[in-house]
Structure formats: structure tokens, C-alpha cells
């Protein structure tokens, strides 16, 4: 077929569409609840709640002989004439908290609090001031856990608020809550503490908000119940041997953060914010906890939404853009939706000016003082910090500004002061509902068009075991790594959106689903684009929903279970805020007919958008069922004319509804010749499309044809067969079929493979790079086959198959770590790379232990005979952990992936890891290095505490450090002399996709010596470019200095020298002497130095940058030489 120029076709519209008048917004969009919708304000009155949930978290209470308070009341309402009523006064209990915020928000850009770490750390506390009284003789050590210091020291955590308040002239304050989750508190066995936590935490800032109020009740200060990101991840796999592995279930983070409203709003907590959030995955389960809270206590509490986006690309930790990130949690009805930490104000502008771009409701920001200095500290100034934050005020992108890592109530006054004549951010115009999708981007379904440039959206069907056979076949054998890349082609091919069936008799479709969509989203170039979890059981659906964090669609419910059933699984996925498609079904079956597709679809309709359902009409998708047309049965003839004018009168009756269907269905009668079935579906789509404004369908998107691709023999029996224009319209098909499939066959006869066009130009390059090509684009079709051939290649001239490794393998690793370090490669895509190098060193495995045999047969060892648990075959041994005092493994588990991939035994031995149990177990595993991670600024005081000990007790193995907070800088200052040598550097690690680099060059005979000179040098100019910049010296007294003299043993004497004191002459010939002479001291005073690789005589010759004047130099000094002798 020759392809023509696809042209791109209009939408059509229809009457509701065009007679929508955008207007001017009033406020942020409203949850579904009654007490939402009318602004009826919350009574403060929390005593008498009974449901299930709420007494469950109510259980941990402490009782009054432990707690701080003389009474544990749930009751905050004021007396109704304490303030006058009014805008800018408010009174709890008889006041919309809604309704006030929607005020401030439009009068003045409000502000936030700033960071409470930071303050905390100012009061230098040490592990008994954790512990108070209360927890002086706990089991475990609890210094770093800063939630508990609301309970061990609310005086400080109360002055924090104060100040804040007062100082910094806040007037919302976040709770000292970040951690107050069972998951995160269970790192320090205190999981029984969270009512606790949440509940004096939220009750000391509301003691210091009232008091503050009252001191000028014109700006009454409100209490955000802040609700973090627990330490672990929903979206990312901490096992490298299973993408599908997780530390933490959706219903597990559900669970965890309702006690944590429980516990918050019992303490007097006026607002929520999900705050610092990562993994957008984790977000969903907290809006998902709160609303079911709110739900359950019928009361409106506003909402604050806070993605963290943690580089230069723009993304969340699990990969999602900030409009992705956006579209995933709107189903939320946020007041307030923004960015902060992980950036400095100035690097997060273009991403808070697109995400202000793009939100519906209020907008804030709170970003970092800066980034990190070289020894975890934070450097912007409070000017420093008014300044770049003024930018955001002046664009008009906010209605909210605070302070996040380093930001002190200095700084937050200063941004008010800097802020105070700018308007804030005007709500955006009210503009037509469109469906909003998201994957790890975010896609509108409205404004797409199609590969055939039809303004249709492309659900790819291949991930459906109903609609290919070979994607049935891997999934019944589970290999779900090659099912993946069936989704992967899908995209590449076009598919807008990836449709996931595991439905069959003899599959266990829950453990199948899950298993797929797990693994679906730690690849990107599938994750991308959003899902449609496909299931006819709605436990699979529901189970499919909680690993997915996009926003994707459901296919499908009906009413075929009978209304109420609808009603609940419709209510189930508007809480996870999923589009939904609707199959014309009901109690009586399925729609065949014109009249009754259009029936059921709006009696559907009308149920979904109404009470208590309120369904988005734009989320809604009709499939109309697409039946077989060209079956020989004369009733059949007329399906595709039904279904095209039944779009059309549903699109008329049911606003921004969508229609789709699986297109497939319609040409089912004509499998095995597939220029027929596509020729019949062109012609159904153009018309279903443009004439009757058909949205989406499931279809195979690499063979669709335009309307004017269809040849022209076959056009015309087409066009009679979809739209029943003459009765002999099937016979004339079906000649057309025969006379198809004829030709096919005949052209199989004639002989000769048919040629295929190439479509990976890369595959003619040489082996080496093909290899190195496949591992940074995550290829893994051909990884089996190229590793082969190459290792052949090797072979033959007497190599080896590690060679396979050190080479274009590794060389693919340096290419995705440079790529990972300059923001154009994002975490999910380092993690796939490091898979394919897993499979490719799982092929040579087999080889180098052939290898390893024979080698022990030659020096007369039996290799049967070697112990069990011999780890050999690794390329090393890696210890890894999180130190004492910081529980976040976030970064640590994708190190540890990206070793394991690389064939290094990982041995990840968890958080909060006391300096003794790391030295322990890395005895113990006989481990080749050990790497400290941490996040937290306290954690590098113990990764130094670490070095030393390891320095004490004589440890001989490189130490490697990472993590957030951690610093090449910091590193070479305080960490390398503790404990660096030649034998044992220590070497800093900037993310995890350099971790194999540097392993590997340190476990590497040849290369380890080169390379760490390399590193002690740049450490040695890394201090003294840090002393020199030191402004402030501490000098000692002559005494001191005095006391730190070298003493020498004079009880000790000397060895006597072998010959007799005096001088000596000593006769050589020059040129005897010439071939000992070490030349890099020759080259340093010339100040020429080479990098690793390249350092040293005679390695600098190769040096990209010296190499050329170095060998000049040398051929100088040589000619000299030989003029000499």
C-alpha cells in the first residue's frame, strides 16, 4: 500500500460543545462531598465519631499518666462571637475554612512556614534530649526521629511554631508530622506512637495559633496537618532480581496514612497537605486515605497537594513530568496544588511556571534555601531566598509561598516583605472539560490525533491475551520481561494509550494483572503513556488500579450487575480517579440495536454524573459494543450503520462523554487477511470519527490505514460492506477476500524471502557498538544474540568472556551515567539499562564459569569439590546501607539494583545501620567495598564516625559514600582522611548510574591504581581549595599548639647505618641511569598532568588534553639525554 500524506482531520463538534462560555473561576474545583459543595464549615466536633477506622486509630491513645496533656479533647470549636464575623475574621466551627482560604488565596499571596528540620537541628540535641525522661532507657537508638521531639520536647517544637508565626509572619504552620506514618516510624519501633505524634503535634500548633490569633485576630493562623511521603517507594522495585517486587502495598500506605488524619484532625488540624511527594503512586494512597477519612467523618477539611520534582529534568523520583504529576492527583479537588524541596527556587522556575500553567486551583511553592553545599548545609541567604522567590510572585504563578530544606523564619520574613505589593495568582478561567490522562506524561484525549490523522486515540490491543495469541502464550509461561515488549512496539507503533487484559480460565488474572502493571511502570518506554486496566472481574480492575500512578482508564463496568452493583464500582474508581468505560450493557444483555445502545449508554450517564456518584462526564467512556458486520446473516449487515449513528445520538445526549470500542470486532469474520480487515476498519473510522465524533478505540496501531490508503479495488466493497449500501455487499466482499488471499499465496510461491524493510538502523553498525547502543536504549531483543557473536569474536583470538563485560557493556554504563548526570536520561530509564546489562552477564555466566572450571582442572583443584555457597562468579562483593540515625533507602535500593544488574553480589543490609553491625557484616561477607548512603544532614556526621571506626579496626576496602545530602566536597574534607589510602580509598558517588563505574575501576588489578591516585589528588585540591576559602580560621594558643608537638621515644636507637658515615662517590654512565628515571615528577614541574585513565608515564601520552605536549616535552628531554651521555 502506498502511503500517502496524512492529512489531519478536525474533531467534530457537537451543539453543547460549542455553546460552552469559558468563564471567570471563583473558586478552586470542588470535592464531591455535600459539605464541600455547599461550604458548609466543619463543627470542630470529633468526639462522637464511631466509624470503624477512626476507633481503630483512636486505640493507640495514650493514656493521661504518659501524655503531656491533661486531657486528650477532640473538640475545637470557638464560641460564635469570639471575632467579628466577616472576612478577614474567623472562627472555628462557625466559618467555611474553604471559604476563608478562597478569600486569602485571591487578596494577598499567603505565607507558609519554612523548614522545621532545619530549626531543630539549631538546637544541636543529642540522643538523651530525644529520649526525655519518657524514653530514656528505649531499646533502640531514636536520635534523628524529629516527630518525637513534639511528644520528648514540645517546648522547643512549640517555639519553632512561634516563631514561624510570629517572626517569620506565617499564617499557615505545618505540623512536625513529615514521619508520623506506621511505615516510617516503624524504623524506629514506634509505630504504637502515632496518634501520638499526629495528635501533639497538630494540639501544640494549634495552642500557638490561637494565641498568636488573638494577639491580632485580623489574621487568624491556621494549622496544616502535614502528611510526607513515607521512606518507601510504591512505584519502584527494591529487588533487582523482580521489577514487580515492593516494599509497601497501596492498601498498606492507605492504612498507614488515614490513623495518620485520625491523629491529626483529633489535635486540631484546620488544613491537610500531602506534601515532599516522589512517587506520585504514594500520593494517590494519601488523597485516597483522606478522602475516605473525610468521607467517613462528613466534614470538609481543604486539601494541599506538594510534588517534588528531584532534578534538572523536571521529573518526580518515579519519573512523572509535573503535568503528569497534576493530572494524577486532580480527581483530588485540591484547594492548593505545588512544588517544593529537592530544589533551589531559582532551578525550579520553568517547572513551577508550567505546572501554574496548567492547575485549576490555587498554587504554592516552597523551595530549598539554595541546594546543598559541598558539606550538606544550605547557603542562601534570607535576601538571597526574597530575591528568587520574588520572580514567582511578580509572574503571578502563586497564591502560597513557605520555605522548605534550610529556610529559617528570616527567610520566610523576608520573602513576605520582598512579596508584599504582588498580586497573587488569579484562579484560571472555568474552560471546557476535556479527559486528562496521564502516564509518566500526561496526555489530553481532546486535542490528540491519530498516525493516520484521524483526531482519534489509538488503544494499542496486542497486551490483550484475547487479541494476540503470542501475548497470551508468554504470560501463561510468565515470561512477562518479553510480554513487556509486545507494550513497548504498541507505543512505538502509535498506540496512544496501552490497553492490559489478563483475563483466562487458566490464569490467576489478579496475581497476573498485578504482576504486569508493576512491571509495566518501571518501564518508561512503556510507562509513558497511560494505561487501560482491562478486566471483566472488577477485583482485577480494583488490584490493577493500586500499582498504576497515572491516571489511567478502566475497562470496563455495566449495568449488567444490576444498578447498585454499578453505583459501588463506579464510586470505587472515582476515588482513584480513574476515567472509566462503560459497556452497553444491562440486566437484560447486551445492546445490539441502535435504540437500545443508546438506551442504556444514557441511563448509565445519568446515574454516573448525579448524586452521589458525580462522576466527570469527561471521564466517562461509552463502548456501544462494535459487533461483526459480513457474517452472512442479513441482520448482522446493518452493525456498523447502527454503531456509527449511535455515537452520533449518544454524543448528542450525554456532554463530553467519549465513545470507544474494539474495533477488531467489527472485521472478526475476515482473520488472516489483513489488508481486508484494515481496509474495512478505515473505512469505519473515518466515518465513526469524523461524522459521528467517535474518540477512541482498541486497535493495532502499526496497520492502520487512512481512508485514502485503502486500494482502490478495495475501497468501494468496503465503503458497501460498513455502511450496508447494497444487499450483495458481503458476497462482494468476500470475492475480494478470496481474491486477496489468492494473491498472497501467490507470491509466497513465487519464490524468495520477501523483503523487509529495516527499521533499526543501528543494527548495521559494528558489534561493539550495537551492544553498547542496546544498553542505553534498554534494547533487550537482541542483547542474547549480540553477546554471542561478540564473545565468539573473543574467543577465537584467544580472549575472554569478561572482555564482553569491561567493554562495550561497561562503556554503555559510562554513556547512561553521563546521560543520568546531564538530565536527559531520567531514573526509570537508568534501572532498565541496568536490566539489559543483567541479562547480557546472565548470558557470558555459563561461559566464564566454563572458564572458572578449567582454570581450577589446570592447577590440579577438583571444581566439584568447591564450597556450596562460593560466590566466584560474582564480579564482586558490595555492602550497602543507610547509617544510624536516617531511615530513607530510596536512593540505596537503586544503587543496589544497578550493582546487581552488573553482576556484583549486593548485600543491602537496611536503614538506620549502627557503625558496629556495618563493620560486622562486612567482615562477615568478606565484601570488596562498602557504600554509607544518607539523606539527612546529621547523616554525615556518621558517615565520618563510620570512616573512622573502619580506620580503628583496621578495615582494608574502599568506602564508598552517597546520597542527597552528601558532597564530593564533604567527602574529601571530612570523610577521605579518616580513613583514605591507596589500598582503601574513599570515594564519593554522584547517583547511582556512576556506582558500577566506580566498582568496577576499583576492583579492577589494572586499572585500581591509576584511578585512585586520580581520586587522592582531586581530593588533595578539593581541601585545600576548601581551606583556603575558609574566612574564618581558629587559631590556637602556644600552649595548645605546644601540646600537639611530635614526641619522640629517645629510649629507642637507631639501627646503624650498613656503611660508613661521610660522602661517597658513586660512578654511573648517564645512559645507564636514564631507563630508572621516573619521569612524572619531570611532568608535574612542567605542570602537566593526565586524568585517569591517563596518568602517569607513560599512560599521559594518551591524554586527550596534555597527551600532545607531554610526549613533546619527553622527546625534548630524551634528545637532551642522549646530547649529554
Not at 184 to 198: G, R
Not at 951 to 963: A, E, T
Request: charge should be negative.
Amino acid at each position: 500500500v502506498k502511503m500517502t500524506e496524512r492529512k489531519q482531520h478536525p474533531r467534530k463538534l457537537f451543539d453543547w460543545e460549542r455553546n460552552f462560555v469559558e468563564a471567570p473561576q471563583t473558586e478552586a474545583p470542588l470535592p464531591t462531598s455535600k459539605v464541600a459543595r455547599d461550604h458548609i464549615p466543619n463543627a470542630y466536633s470529633y468526639t462522637s465519631l464511631s466509624h470503624s477506622g477512626v476507633v481503630k486509630a483512636r486505640e493507640k491513645k495514650p493514656s493521661l499518666d504518659v501524655s503531656q496533656w491533661s486531657d486528650l479533647k477532640c473538640e475545637w470549636a470557638q464560641p460564635k462571637g469570639l471575632y467579628p464575623e466577616g472576612f478577614p475574621y474567623f472562627v472555628r466551627g462557625r466559618d467555611s475554612v474553604r471559604e476563608y482560604l478562597t478569600k486569602l488565596f485571591q487578596t494577598r499571596i499567603t505565607m507558609y512556614d519554612g523548614a522545621m528540620g532545619t530549626m531543630i537541628q539549631k538546637h544541636k540535641l543529642e540522643e538523651e534530649d530525644f529520649r526525655g525522661e519518657r524514653f530514656k532507657d528505649y531499646h533502640m537508638l531514636i536520635k534523628g526521629n524529629n516527630d518525637l521531639l513534639s511528644i520528648t520536647k514540645p517546648d522547643i517544637i512549640g517555639g519553632i511554631y512561634e516563631k514561624y508565626l510570629v517572626e517569620g509572619g506565617s499564617q499557615l504552620i505545618g505540623t512536625n508530622t513529615f514521619s508520623s506514618t506506621t511505615i516510617a516510624q516503624a524504623d524506629y519501633d514506634m509505630q504504637s506512637l502515632i496518634y501520638e505524634l499526629n495528635y501533639d503535634s497538630a494540639r501544640l500548633a494549634r495552642e500557638v495559633c490561637d494565641k498568636v490569633t488573638a494577639q491580632d485576630p485580623t489574621k487568624p493562623r491556621f494549622v496544616v496537618g502535614a502528611i510526607g511521603p513515607t521512606n518507601r517507594t510504591a512505584s519502584i522495585s527494591p529487588d533487582v532480581n523482580d521489577p514487580t517486587a515492593r516494599n509497601c502495598t497501596f492498601d498498606e500506605l492507605v492504612e498507614a496514612y488515614y490513623e495518620q488524619c485520625v491523629g491529626l484532625v483529633d489535635g486540631g488540624a484546620d488544613i491537610l497537605i500531602v506534601e515532599t511527594i516522589f512517587d506520585t503512586l504514594n500520593a494517590k494512597a494519601a488523597v485516597f486515605a483522606v478522602n475516605e477519612y473525610l468521607e467517613h467523618a462528613n466534614v470538609d477539611i481543604p486539601l494541599i497537594i506538594s510534588g517534588t520534582l528531584v532534578d534538572q529534568s523536571g521529573r518526580t523520583l518515579s519519573g512523572q513530568t509535573g503535568e503528569a504529576f497534576y493530572a494524577s492527583i486532580r480527581h483530588a479537588k485540591p484547594i492548593c496544588v505545588g512544588l517544593n524541596c529537592a530544589l533551589g527556587a531559582s532551578a525550579m522556575a520553568p517547572f513551577l511556571k508550567r505546572l501554574a500553567d496548567c492547575a485549576e486551583c490555587f498554587v504554592h511553592v516552597y523551595s530549598n534555601a539554595g541546594l546543598p553545599n559541598a558539606m550538606g548545609g544550605y547557603d542562601d541567604t534570607p535576601q538571597d531566598m526574597a530575591r528568587e522567590n520574588l520572580m514567582f510572585a511578580e509572574n503571578g504563578w502563586v497564591n502560597m509561598i513557605g520555605g522548605c530544606c534550610g529556610s529559617t523564619p528570616p527567610h520566610i520574613a523576608a520573602i513576605q516583605e520582598a512579596i508584599k505589593d504582588c498580586k497573587p495568582r488569579p484562579l484560571p478561567t472555568r474552560k471546557a472539560p476535556r479527559m486528562w490522562l496521564s502516564g509518566l506524561e500526561d496526555f489530553v484525549v481532546e486535542s490528540a490525533h491519530n498516525n493516520v490523522g484521524l483526531p482519534f486515540v489509538n488503544v494499542g490491543e496486542r497486551c490483550n491475551i484475547a487479541g494476540s495469541r503470542k501475548f497470551k502464550r508468554l504470560v501463561m509461561e510468565g515470561k512477562f520481561a518479553e510480554a513487556m515488549d509486545i507494550a513497548k512496539d504498541q507505543v512505538e507503533n502509535g498506540a496512544h494509550i496501552v490497553d492490559v487484559n489478563v483475563d483466562d480460565g487458566m490464569l490467576d488474572g489478579m496475581n497476573a494483572m498485578q504482576k504486569f502493571i508493576k512491571m509495566a511502570v518501571t518501564e518508561p518506554d512503556v510507562s509513558k503513556v497511560p494505561f487501560m486496566i482491562d478486566s471483566s472481574k472488577f477485583e482485577i480492575v480494583e488490584a490493577g488500579l493500586k500499582w498504576c500512578q497515572g491516571k489511567p482508564i478502566v475497562n470496563s463496568i455495566s449495568l449488567k450487575v444490576g444498578e447498585e452493583k454499578f453505583k459501588e464500582h463506579a464510586l470505587c474508581l472515582r476515588k482513584h480517579g480513574a476515567a472509566v468505560v462503560v459497556m452497553a450493557f444491562d440486566e437484560q444483555g447486551q445492546a445490539a440495536s441502535r435504540e437500545d445502545k443508546v438506551r442504556i449508554c444514557k441511563r448509565s450517564y445519568d446515574i454516573l454524573v448525579s448524586e452521589p456518584i458525580y462522576y466527570p462526564p469527561e471521564d466517562i467512556v461509552f463502548d456501544p459494543n462494535i459487533l461483526t458486520i459480513g457474517t452472512g446473516i442479513e441482520e448482522h449487515n446493518n452493525y456498523g450503520v447502527d454503531f456509527i449513528a449511535a455515537v452520533r445520538e449518544i454524543k448528542q445526549v450525554c456532554p463530553w462523554a467519549k465513545i470507544s470500542g474494539g474495533v477488531s470486532n467489527l472485521s472478526f469474520g475476515f482473520r488472516g487477511v489483513n489488508i481486508i480487515r484494515e481496509s474495512i476498519h478505515a473505512v469505519f473510522l473515518h466515518h465513526a470519527c469524523l461524522d459521528s465524533g467517535m474518540d477512541m478505540g482498541i486497535v493495532n496501531a502499526k496497520e492502520m490505514l487512512a481512508l485514502s490508503e485503502v486500494p482502490k479495488h478495495l475501497r468501494g466493497v468496503c465503503i458497501d460492506a460498513v455502511m450496508n449500501t447494497r444487499p450483495d455487499a458481503t458476497e462482494r466482499l468476500l470475492t475480494a477476500t478470496e481474491a486477496e488471499k489468492e494473491a498472497a499465496e501467490a507470491r509466497k510461491r513465487g519464490g524468495g524471502d520477501v523483503a523487509v524493510a529495516k527499521t533499526t538502523t543501528w543494527r548495521d553498525m559494528p558489534i561493539e557498538e550495537r551492544i553498547t547502543h542496546s544498553l542505553v536504549k534498554g534494547i533487550s531483543e537482541f542483547v542474547d544474540k549480540d553477546t554471542e557473536e561478540l564473545r565468539a569474536e573473543i574467543a577465537a583470538r584467544g580472549g575472554r568472556p569478561l572482555e564482553v563485560i569491561e567493554g562495550p557493556l561497561m562503556a554503555g554504563m559510562n554513556v547512561v551515567g553521563d546521560l543520568f548526570g546531564s538530565g536527559k536520561m531520567f531514573l526509570p530509564q537508568v534501572i532498565k539499562s541496568a536490566r539489559v546489562m543483567k541479562k547480557a552477564v546472565a548470558y557470558l555466566l555459563p561461559y566464564m564459569e566454563a572458564e572458572k572450571r578449567e582454570n581450577l582442572i589446570a592447577q590440579g583443584i577438583d571444581p566439584d569439590s568447591q564450597q556450596q555457597d562460593d560466590d566466584s562468579q560474582y564480579a564482586g562483593k558490595f555492602l550497602i546501607a543507610t547509617v544510624k540515625g536516617d531511615v530513607h533507602d530510596i536512593g540505596k535500593n537503586i544503587v543496589a539494583v544497578v550493582l546487581g544488574c552488573n553482576n556484583y553480589k549486593v548485600y543491602d543490609i537496611g536503614v538506620m545501620c549502627e557503625c558496629d553491625k556495618i563493620l560486622e557484616k562486612a567482615k562477615e561477607y568478606k565484601v570488596d567495598a562498602i557504600g554509607l548512603s544518607g539523606l539527612i544532614t546529621p547523616s554525615l556526621d556518621e558517615m565520618v564516625f563510620v570512616a573512622k571506626e573502619m580506620s580503628k579496626k583496621g578495615l582494608q576496602v574502599p568506602l564508598l559514600i552517597g546520597g542527597a545530602t552528601t558532597s564530593k566536597m564533604h567527602t574529601a574534607v571530612k570523610i577521605a582522611p579518616q580513613y583514605a589510602s591507596d589500598e582503601h580509598p574513599v570515594i564519593h558517588v554522584l547517583d547511582a548510574s556512576r556506582a558500577v563505574t566506580v566498582v568496577s575501576s576499583l576492583l579492577n588489578a589494572d586499572d585500581k591504581p591509576d584511578y585512585v591516585a586520580d581520586i587522592a589528588d582531586e581530593y588533595a585540591e578539593l581541601r585545600d581549595e576548601y581551606y583556603a576559602s575558609l574566612e574564618d580560621r581558629k587559631f590556637l594558643t602556644l600552649e595548645q599548639a605546644q601540646a600537639k608537638r611530635c614526641e619522640l621515644n629517645w629510649s629507642k636507637v637507631p639501627p646503624a647505618p650498613k656503611t660508613a658515615l661521610g660522602a661517597h662517590t658513586i660512578t654511573y654512565e648517564l645512559s645507564d641511569v636514564v631507563p630508572l628515571i621516573d619521569w612524572n615528577p619531570f611532568f608535574q614541574t612542567w605542570e602537566l598532568r593526565g586524568r585517569y585513565p591517563n596518568r602517569g608515564y607513560p599512560k599521559i601520552f594518551n591524554d586527550e588534553t596534555v597527551g600532545a605536549e607531554a610526549k613533546r616535552l619527553f622527546d625534548d628531554a630524551q634528545k637532551n639525554d642522549e646530547t649529554n651521555c
